[in-house]
């Protein structure tokens, strides 16, 4: 939690000699206004605010599962997210009454904003003077496609500012994923099954549609932090709008794919489901165990055995949550010291998206040919082609984005096109393998970016 990814836009070129390599000594970070921070707890009061409403509509209404279930999302994201925001910021070893206080009552959200709001204002009065306290910071920086290692001195408060800000994008995959989803999946099903879109229901829907869009921009930016963690990232506006248009096809098409079949066969489509989600689950639990390693001992100093384990499984249900509607775009290594794999991983990607479509495909074939009561007024079939096309273009879009606009494509062994290319020569005989094998090789050794 304590890496610094506010740094200024272009670093002033001052190069220092080193006994290793050359530094270039970088500009004083700015800090820049937390609209992130703003955006999240927004999202968390209104999702929120209009969960607890439509609890409120459903009892007046003695719909008590509807009820019970809208409650239930609503309970186990918000527990979630104070859970997260206590582990961040290490409460627990603090003397901190009211902050405990306030993620007792499901508020942590709102004290945590206005501690970064405070801290942002004091750095504000504060421009231009000197830090007492500072420490340095090094990331390696493409420019002009040579790579450079850049070195900053980072003041005490910006640091602070930026770890509320890493906590607020963790706490934002969390009420996204496990939370946002499958209230956004089961308002839909009840707005299918009632034929009827009370004004507070929409207003839920548009609040988890958001949070689950946003979140899931977010897992793509932190993925690329963590497998490049000592580059300095940058994502431009054309980068941000690509993955956001990818990530919102992606999964407005897999939730209404889902909502279709769960209305289609009700009961019956549990255990295809849960199955689903609990193959997700466990494959990385199978592999830690098939690999033989230790129970990883580095999350936290002060954690014991149990509450490593703890945090493992929250990992991982966190995990299953993001594939079950999206890729995660992180592998989850269990075995590895950083606990994902940092690698590229072109044919986990490939599978996923090929096991997601022919599951897609499968249930919107059910929704054809079983669901007339679903949607009487509507052409299944023209329902069933948009939803599988718009999953097919938000593929397009993410294969543009890693071939065309990832910030780090100059790094890649391997890019989409050379995959693609290798898993084609692979289809053909065995004897033009051989023969093409130096071709490949030398294409991918050029890896056409």
Known sequence: MDRVYEIPEEPTVDPISSLEEDVIRGANPRFTFPFGILFSTFLYCGEAASALYMVRIYRKNSETYWMTYTLSFFMFSSIMVQLTLIFVHRDL???KPLSLFMHLILLGPLIRCLEAMIKYLTLWKKE???????SLTRKKMLINGEEVLIEWEVGHSIRTL???RNAYKRMSQIQAFLGSVPQLTYQLYVTLISAEVPLGRAVLMV???ISVTYGATLCNMLAIQIKYD???IRLGPLEVLCITIWRTLEITSRLVILVLFSATLKLKAVPFLLLNFLIILFEPWVKFWRSGAQMPNNIEKNFSRVGTLVVLISITVLYAGINFSCWSALQLKLADRD???????????????????VENVIMVLVFKFFGVKVLLNYCHSLIALQLIIAYVISIGFMLLFFQYLHPLRSLFTHNVVDYLHCVCCHRHPRGRIENSEPSCAAEARQSVV
């Open 207 to 209: 609040f988890s549609l």
């Open 230 to 232: 000592e580059y300095k």
């Open 128 to 134: 231009g003077q000197e830090e007492p306290y500072v």
């Open 162 to 164: 930026a770890m509320h």
């Open 339 to 357: 606990l994902v794999d940092k690698g590229q991983n072109w044919g986990h990607m490939g599978l996923h998206y090929s096991v997601r479509l």
């Open 93 to 95: 070893a603090k003397d």
